[in-house]
C-alpha cells in the first residue's frame, strides 16, 4: 500500500468488470480520436486520474482508481454492456 505525502495511506478501489461485447469491439466507439481525445477504453479510463484500465481478455478487465471509481463506474454502466461488475 502506497502513502502519501503526510504518510495517509491510499485506498485503491478494484473492479473486475466482464462486458457483453470484446473490448476491441467496444474500441469502435472511440472511432474519432479528434471528438474522444482517445483511441480506445483504455485510454478513456487512464484518462481518469489515478485509474487504470488492465484487459485481462477478450471480454475482461481490471479497473483500479484511488478515488474515481464512482464516475468511471457510471460512465460504463450507461455507456457499455456489462455482464458483471464485481468489486474486489
Same mark, same amino acid.
Given at each position: *500500500? ?17 462486458? $457483453?461485447? $470484446? @473490448?476491441?469491439?467496444?474500441?469502435? *466507439?472511440?472511432?474519432?480520436? !479528434?471528438?474522444? $481525445?482517445?483511441?480506445?477504453?483504455? !485510454?478513456?479510463? #487512464? $484518462? ?6 488492465t484487459? @485481462? #481478455? ?9 478515488y474515481? *471509481? #464512482? ?5 460504463? !454502466?450507461?455507456?457499455?454492456? @456489462? @455482464?458483471n *461488475?464485481?468489486?474486489?
Amino acid at each position: *500500500m502506497k502513502t502519501n505525502e503526510v504518510n495517509k495511506e491510499i485506498s485503491y478501489e478494484t473492479l473486475l468488470v466482464t462486458f $457483453g461485447e $470484446g @473490448i476491441g469491439r467496444l474500441n469502435t *466507439m472511440f472511432d474519432d480520436p !479528434q471528438v474522444w $481525445g482517445v483511441a480506445t477504453l483504455k !485510454q478513456w479510463i #487512464d $484518462g481518469y486520474e489515478t485509474t487504470r484500465f488492465t484487459e @485481462i #481478455d477478450d471480454r475482461t478487465a481490471v479497473i483500479t482508481s484511488e478515488y474515481n *471509481m #464512482d464516475s468511471v463506474k457510471e460512465w460504463l !454502466q450507461k455507456n457499455t454492456p @456489462i @455482464i458483471n *461488475m464485481e468489486k474486489r
